[in-house]
């Protein structure tokens, strides 16, 4: 074996970029974070007029029609079968992508760069436009991380689809495009994904992100996430809220990953069909937009719409409940998908539990329940990924609440700690060895194929 294969792919290109010419690395930086903006970019307008288009459907239309539930439900099945299709065509599209990323800079997963941008963009775009409880963050990180790839081949370069430069560097440019949060993507591609830090890899990542925040805010002109009205500082004398809220959120960071995991390996272990484990989160969508359609993605309450606490507690710990699991269900079925912002979403909902019973006992002030709100966010976030750098970034570029960056890093640390306590695993940790065995049954599913 080559003495160069024993070494690390991250050391390898931690090497080359030492060598490399300052204005070659800033080009190849510029083109992976531009690349990616503009393809995160078309995604979220492609979204935001699909999403338009359904809401204006629904709403214009009677429910009780059974010509209208007939054409809702034709709908579901047709883009069930088109989620199947996606997935049997490429397993790398397969849920957030996040876990494929991240085997992939370690060297354990291929990166088809072509077939994963164009896949993964129209397979996640089914998803949302069914109603499921899935988010865009992951699979715009594997976009981002197969547009690093395609950059890495315009060089020439011959190991590109491993090389950690384009992966990371694609990755905190494909967070950063999903959220118009460079800072977030840049706690991510060092946190999360465990690169060493070095002076090159920095530079190209922090370029990488700022190019594509730059094409998101300023040429497509995307505003905040969650645009809160108000996000007052807690006083000295309430900051027990913020310990409190870390150990809240790092117990059901707990119980979400969990009831997540569970579901995951019970559908890989049941003997249900792909075709009907993809259907089954569609349909369940469909029964909920009749039942239930405050956990959709489109009609469902948005976090700062939980500033007003427009349900009481009661409603709100149903909320809860059922958006956790329909979040999972979501997730277990293998579409594709991310995790980050039904996550981000459980954690408002659990934080306006916590406010509402706060507000009842005078502890705070209606101007101060986006606070508490965006700090469970951060927390749940934080519990989950087991990222609280990260999380805190994110959250707080999300609400341009930086005058609570003390309270949401504080709230961060302490539900990982409280998580890593209990013992629960990360949610990414737990989802890689599914990504390896999903790739090891379409290679052989490939290999029966040429010998038929």
Known sequence: MAFHTLIPPTLRDLQALRTMGVWQLLLQALLTGGITGAVIGLFRRAFDLINILTVRYVEGHSLADPWVGASIFAALFVLAALAWLFLRYEPLVASSGIPQVELTVAGHLPMRWATVIWAKFLATLVSLTGGLSVGREGPCIQMGAAVGCGVGHIWHEDRAATMPRYLIGGSAAGLTAAFGAPAAGLCFAFEEMKTPISAPMLIFTSVAAFAAWFVIQVLFGFGLIFPFSRTELLSLLQWWIVPLLGAVTGMLGVLYNGILIRMVLWADRSRLPQPLRVLTPFLLSGLLLYFYPQVLASFGVSAPALEKLPL?????????????????????????GGL?????????????????????????SPDQIATVLLVSMAGLFASTVRAPLTGAALVIEMTNSFQNIPAVLVATYIAALTANSLGSQPVYDSLKQRAVNLEKAHQARIKRGKAG
């Open 340 to 364: 980050l912002m039904p996550i981000l979403l459980g954690g408002a909902i659990a934080g306006a539990c916590v406010a509402s019973m706060l507000l009842s006992l005078s502890c705070i």
């Open 312 to 336: 009481p507690l009661s409603a709100l710990l149903l909320l809860l409940g059922v958006k956790v699991l329909f979040s999972c269900v979501s997730s277990a079925s293998g579409v594709s």
